[in-house]
């Protein structure tokens, strides 16, 4: 089983991150972390480094940032990236947050950079993470627009245009929100399992029953089970077809 989606570069892992990421090697085949912010992804190296084989990494700028990051720290962010492209899996994650950012000349801003990091990814040919909340229209047309092919759309929430998104050969990753949201749990009814994985977006979002307010990639066979429970399937039959899906979409080699 693998997490897909996580952010182990967090403060909430500072006390005893190498200890949540052994109680994740005991659990899970691989994890993979997302560094959405420049700040963090000398940290996330030295996890993809230190944990080879185990841990990968996403790399890209969160839309929530977009107020804080300036052109040119955007440029010098996709020069570190490019310098360090061994220890990337993907580009991300990357995209639009009309919930977060209400004013109209900040969401243009947010959608040239997502720009930007599209053509990144076609640059370094890695695969795009995609962030959407309240904005699944708008991302997709922009994807669409600049012709993007490998591309995993994070947490989604839009079931009314997962039949699209699935016909164009995207993939979707669902996290324990599935468990409470009516919203969800029909995207992940309605997405093909053959083109869906597992994430946790820990530390946040942690299952009721998790036993800790902090989430951590451990949750993810929660993730596995009710998403198993809704497609009438096994959690052994979800756990090998995501894990398959994972291995070939961002090419892993374990």
């Not at 093909?192 to 989430?215: C, H, I, V, Y």
Request: hydrophobic share 40%; net charge negative; glycine share 4%.
């Amino acid at each position: 089983m693998i997490d897909v989606h996580c952010h182990l570069e967090q403060d909430d892992y500072s006390q005893d991150r190498d200890q949540v990421i052994e109680k994740c090697k005991q659990q899970l085949k691989a994890v993979i972390t997302c560094c959405a912010h420049p700040k963090d992804f000398d940290l996330t190296v030295k996890l993809t480094e230190k944990y080879k084989g185990f841990i990968f990494a996403t790399a890209g700028i969160h839309p929530q940032y977009v107020r804080e990051i300036d052109e040119k720290q955007i440029e010098d962010f996709f020069e570190l990236v490019r310098r360090n492209k061994k220890n990337i899996v993907a580009i991300g994650e990357v995209g639009l947050d009309f919930n977060w950012e209400k004013e109209d000349g900040w969401r243009e801003k947010q959608k040239q950079m997502f720009i930007d990091f599209i053509r990144f990814s076609k640059e370094l040919k890695l695969p795009l993470v995609i962030h959407s909340w309240d904005a699944c229209e708008e991302v997709v047309k922009i994807l669409d627009q600049e012709g993007a092919k490998q591309v995993l759309m994070h947490m989604f929430e839009e079931n009314r245009l997962v039949k699209e998104i699935a016909s164009k050969g995207w993939y979707f990753s669902m996290n324990a929100i599935v468990l409470s949201s009516k919203k969800y749990k029909k995207v992940a009814r309605d997405v093909p399992l053959e083109q869906l994985m597992l994430e946790t977006d820990a530390p946040w979002l942690a299952p009721k029953d998790f036993g800790s307010k902090r989430n951590d990639p451990t949750a993810v066979r929660i993730v596995a089970e009710k998403i198993a429970e809704i497609k009438k399937t096994t959690v052994e039959s979800v756990d090998e077809t995501t894990t398959e899906n994972v291995r070939k979409f961002f090419d892993l080699k374990f």
